[in-house]
């Protein structure tokens, strides 16, 4: 599950809004309060904010999020096959070289 989605906060959110959130998460899913189905959401609740509070994690989780919708895109698939059929790996790094390709092209052809 998406950390920003447990904390109940948009992916831009700064520090500030990150703390509220995690507060009020942290207080509706404590343990001695919380006795709904989900008893592992306070852990994730704190796990999540872990993560997000510091900066060079956060970067981390959003470069990691960032690839896994990459490669859930269905043009990633796509030319992921075509590389399989010629007995290539296709990576994430190959896909941003070809879409970078792709609009400088199409900027010179807007020019």
């Known amino acids: 599950m998406d950390l920003y989605d447990i904390l109940g906060v948009a992916p831009n959110a700064d520090a500030k809004k990150l703390k509220l959130a995690y507060l009020r998460a942290a207080k509706k899913y404590h343990?001695?309060?919380?006795?709904g189905v989900?008893?592992?959401?306070?852990?994730?609740?704190?796990?999540?904010?872990?993560?997000?509070?510091?900066?060079?994690?956060?970067?981390?989780y959003d470069r990691k999020q960032k690839i896994t919708r990459m490669r859930d895109s269905?043009?990633?698939?796509a030319e992921a096959q075509k590389m399989k059929?010629?007995?290539?790996?296709?990576?994430?790094?190959?896909?941003?070289?070809?879409?970078?390709?792709?609009?400088k092209e199409r900027v010179v052809r807007e020019e």
């Not at 343990?31 to 006795?35: E, L, S, T």
């Not at 059929?85 to 609009?103: D, N, R, S, V």
């Open 85 to 103: 059929m010629k007995g290539m790996e296709f990576t994430h790094e190959m896909y941003m070289k070809m879409k970078k390709t792709a609009q």
């Open 74 to 77: 269905k043009e990633f698939k």
């Open 38 to 60: 989900n008893q592992n959401h306070f852990t994730m609740v704190n796990e999540a904010y872990n993560t997000l509070k510091f900066t060079f994690k956060r970067q981390e």
């Open 31 to 35: 343990p001695d309060i919380y006795h």
